[in-house]
T-cell receptor, first 114, second 114 residues
Framework: GNSVTQMEGPVTLSEEAFLTINCTYT??????LFWYVQYPGEGLQLLLK?????DKGSNKGFEATYRKETTSFHLEKGSVQVSDSAVYFC?????????????FGKGTKLTVNP | EAGVAQSPRYKIIEKRQSVAFWCNPI?????LYWYQQILGQGPKLLIQ????????DSQLPKDRFSAERLKGVDSTLKIQPAKLEDSAVYLC????????????FGPGTRLTVT
């Protein structure tokens, strides 16, 4: 089946530290991959995406590369800020029955301390 | 552009009671989704609409959950009767079309069943 596995949280970092949140997936076919972010009290927002192997998605200093050989889409940021504190969800899209559906990981909570 | 609107934001009910949630998608978005997010897990798709038709409701517990989108715009999700395990955040999302489109999420309704 289709599934996403994220590293367990919570993750606590100091400001300006390097961030990696691991994400691996299992899928039939060729899914698109996404990172969504959920800030406290808000809905999920798309952070970045990649639609094919070796694509790199980037936004707000975050990056992730679609690695088909390792079935991974790890999220990275070189220098985190307090405002990056949120829950991060890795997701893949699967096409079934003529429509596209998202399958999410469990989420990783990030706290950045000043 | 207004985002996805949901109400209420919070709801507390006793088990065996009924509850309804409302969602208004982004204007012009044909596809609407309802997700259930249990604490510590990623969102799980319950039902997907295209205009006023159901595309996928394979994970909707139909003995107690129902949803409609009568005029192809706003939607309601109902639970009757509620169980303790229905305590979760119910997220609504919309997208312009069924395929190759980003989903935009509302802030969610947090349901507590006591």
């Amino acid at each position: 089946g289709n599934s996403v596995t994220q590293m367990e949280g919570p993750v606590t970092l100091s400001e300006e530290a390097f961030l990696t949140i691991n994400c691996t997936y299992t899928a039939t076919g060729y899914p698109s991959l996404f990172w969504y972010v959920q800030y406290p009290g808000e809905g999920l927002q798309l952070l970045l995406k990649a639609t094919k192997a070796d694509d790199k998605g980037s936004n707000k200093g975050f990056e992730a590369t679609y690695r088909k050989e390792t079935t991974s889409f790890h999220l990275e940021k070189g220098s985190v800020q307090v405002s990056d504190s949120a829950v991060y969800f890795c997701a893949l899209s699967v096409t079934q029955g003529g429509s596209e559906k998202l399958v999410f990981g469990k989420g990783t909570k990030l706290t950045v301390n000043p | 552009e207004a985002g996805v609107a949901q109400s209420p934001r919070y709801k507390i009910i006793e088990k065996r009671q009924s509850v309804a949630f409302w969602c208004n998608p982004i204007s012009g978005h044909a596809t609407l989704y309802w997700y259930q997010q249990i604490l510590g897990q990623g969102p799980k798709l319950l039902i997907q609409f295209q205009n006023n038709g159901v595309v996928d409701d394979s994970q909707l517990p139909k003995d107690r959950f129902s949803a409609e989108r009568l005029k192809g715009v706003d939607s309601t999700l109902k639970i009757q009767p509620a169980k303790l395990e229905d305590s979760a955040v119910y997220l609504c999302a919309s997208s312009p079309r069924l395929m190759f489109a980003v989903q935009y999420f509302g802030p969610g309704t947090r349901l507590t069943v006591t």
